[in-house]
Structure formats: structure tokens, C-alpha cells
Nanobody, 120 residues
Framework: VQLQACGGGLVQAGGSLRLSCAAS????????IGWFRQAPGKEREFVAA????????DYANAMKGRFTISRDNAKNTVSLQMDSLKPEDTGVYFC??????????????WGQGTLVTVSS
């Protein structure tokens, strides 16, 4: 499956952005989808993930209560609603797929990322 993230941009602290991940070339509902990010000079980190059916979600502690992940299997898309953004949320956001739910290290099929910049 091929993934493409979009929706990034520049936003002030406290603002919101909605990222989208579009899939093609595979059976979308076979995959859990995860969002990851990489800040300048830092390693890539897990943000959130959603199971194949959308019935289960997983969030990194720093994102709980601020970010919401959802999916539409009819449209082959996953969204990440990001609210109450902080400058430390700045980074390139990537989506990725995994056939294994619950294993944060199992994601591959990385798409091109989208840049999110949060100004203070």
C-alpha cells in the first residue's frame, strides 16, 4: 500500500490542524495506520494509531486529549485532528501502515511526510 500525508502548515500555538493520509495500491482495511513525527534534530516518534476497523486507537501520552485519529475505509483515508497545538508539536508528520495492530515498531510502507510548524 502507498500512503500520502497532507494537511500540514503553519499555525499559532493553541490552534488546530487536520492531517490526512490517503492510501492507494492495496487493500486498505487490511492495515492498521499510524502517524509518526520527526522534529528537527530528533528521532522519529510515535504519535497515534488506529486499528483496521477503526474500533481501537492508540496515542502517545503527550498527544492524549489533544489529538484524535479516525479513518474512513470507504475513502481509504485516515485523519489526524490536532488541537491545542504546542510549539513542540512542530515536525514532519508521516503516516505508515502495519498488518500488526498494537506493535508500534511494526509500521512500514511510509509515505511522504507533511510539515507542521507551530509558532509561539
Amino acid at each position: 500500500v502507498q500512503l500520502q500525508a497532507c494537511g500540514g502548515g503553519l499555525v499559532q500555538a493553541g490552534g488546530s490542524l487536520r492531517l490526512s493520509c490517503a492510501a492507494s495500491g492495496g487493500t486498505f482495511r487490511r492495515y492498521a495506520i499510524g502517524w509518526f513525527r520527526q522534529a528537527p534534530g530528533k528521532e522519529r516518534e510515535f504519535v497515534a494509531a488506529i486499528s483496521r476497523s477503526g474500533s481501537s486507537t492508540d496515542y502517545a501520552n503527550a498527544m492524549k486529549g489533544r489529538f484524535t485519529i479516525s479513518r474512513d475505509n470507504a475513502k481509504n483515508t485516515v485523519s489526524l485532528q490536532m488541537d491545542s497545538l504546542k510549539p513542540e508539536d512542530t515536525g514532519v508528520y508521516f503516516c505508515a501502515a502495519s498488518v500488526n495492530w498494537g506493535m508500534r515498531a511494526s509500521y512500514d510502507s511510509w509515505g511522504q511526510g507533511t510539515l507542521v510548524t507551530v509558532s509561539s
